[in-house]
């Protein structure tokens, strides 16, 4: 991959200026940086290798040269936009979801921001927002896909199973082509942002729906129940054993199957 490459690649679609390099400590951070100087909306960084990339509050998001998808998104929200924005999460994670589900295989949303195949997860979704006095003036979406084999950690340093797309195709996959699809499934499913639609279809794809999980919040807070869906606003819908409807908002937390 490229320059030259990834501008012929995604010439088709309506991005907003592409840089690409070779190395970088996160794409996020880059494009935080960007963003603040005057990106326009749906400029896209791509990295081929991170040395420091982010996960949820700091962790650590593995991403060796040659392995994987590393890019981020800046949008620059329009108005009506502006009450959905905690949905994009669910939008970035579906768009991930569609991408995968065109090559056969059946992917899943961890709530909140994880993609499994195989009940491991193959890519994470990292939002950050860019404030200007009470408004957002720039989302940044990040988003790492593990591709070959060696692009997933050695379990000793994972939080939660993971796994890669060639892990799961049993074959090697061309990462442009995913990077294409999900691009191309996040601009059609954008202007669904503020709808039922997108929470409908982000339901579909929800892991544990009907099982029993736990969800560790900030502070050594866990709360268990049944995943039973989406509140409109993108939380998790849970019940508790007495069947009384718990929400989990987004926040530090960590969802799992109870075992
Ligand atoms: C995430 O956080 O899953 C969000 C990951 C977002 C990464 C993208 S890459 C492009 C952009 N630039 C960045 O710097 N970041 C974004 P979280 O749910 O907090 O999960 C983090 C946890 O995932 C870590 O604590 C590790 O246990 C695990 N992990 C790290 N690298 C992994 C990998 N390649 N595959 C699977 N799990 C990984």
Redo the contacts with the bound molecule.
Sequence with gaps: MDQNELNKLLSKLKLGSIRYFDSLG????EALAWATSGAKDMSLIVADE?T??????D?????PPGT?L???LILRPALEERPHLSRLVGLAALSIAQAIQARGLYPEVKWP??VLLNRR?VA???IELVWSGEDVENVVI???V?ITKR???STD????P?TSLEDALGKPVERGEILYDILAAFISLRPQLGTDNLIKQWEKVLAYQGRQVQVEMGGGQTVTGKVAGLESDGSLKLRDEDGKPVTVRFGDVRLRPFA
Excluded: C, E, H
């Design positions: 996160s794409t996020n951070d991170q420091m990339g982010r996960g949820r509050y962790r650590p998001w593995f991403t994987a590393a890019f981020s921001n994880d997860k994470g979704v990292l990040g988003v790492g593990n692009s997933v950690p340093i994972l939080r939660f993971a």
